[in-house]
Nanobody, 122 residues
Framework: QVQLVESGGGLVQAGGSLRLSCAAS????????MGWFRQAPGRERDFVAV????????YYADSVKGRFTISRDNAKNTVYLQMNRLKPEDTAVYYC???????????????WGQGTQVTVSS
C-alpha cells in the first residue's frame, strides 16, 4: 500500500515562499503521477499541480501557474511543491496524492497523504 506524508507547511506573509515535501513509501514517485491538492475550510478539495512519471510532464491550476513549481526526486521518493509569491487565497490544507491515471480530478488519485497546513497572512 502506498503511504504519503506531507511536511513543510506553516505561516508565511503574503509575497513569501514556502516549499512543501511529500515523502512516499517504496518507489511510488517513480511509478505514479504525483499531484498536489488543497482544501480551505468549508470548501471542496481543489487541484493545484501534477507531475507525471513518464516524461516528467507537469500541469498546473491557473490560479498557481507561474508561482508554484512541482518537482520530483525519485531517489528520495519525494515530491515537492515550491510556492512563491504566496497570496492569502493560497491558505489551505495541502495534500499530496498518487494515481495511475491522474489528472486534475481528485477521483483520478488512488492514495492521499494526511495534509499540511499553509497559512498566508496579509
Amino acid at each position: 500500500q502506498v503511504q504519503l506524508v506531507e511536511s513543510g507547511g506553516g505561516l508565511v506573509q503574503a509575497g513569501g515562499s514556502l516549499r512543501l515535501s511529500c515523502a512516499a513509501s517504496g518507489r511510488t514517485c517513480g511509478r505514479y503521477a504525483m499531484g498536489w491538492f488543497r482544501q480551505a475550510p468549508g470548501r471542496e478539495r481543489d487541484f493545484v499541480a501534477v507531475i507525471y512519471s513518464n516524461g516528467s510532464r507537469t500541469y498546473y491550476a491557473d490560479s498557481v501557474k507561474g508561482r508554484f513549481t512541482i518537482s520530483r526526486d525519485n531517489a528520495k521518493n519525494t515530491v515537492y511543491l515550491q510556492m512563491n509569491r504566496l497570496k492569502p487565497e493560497d491558505t489551505a490544507v495541502y495534500y499530496c496524492a498518487a494515481g495511475t491515471v491522474a489528472a486534475g480530478n481528485p477521483a483520478d488519485y488512488e492514495y492521499w497523504g494526511q495534509g499540511t497546513q499553509v497559512t498566508v497572512s496579509s
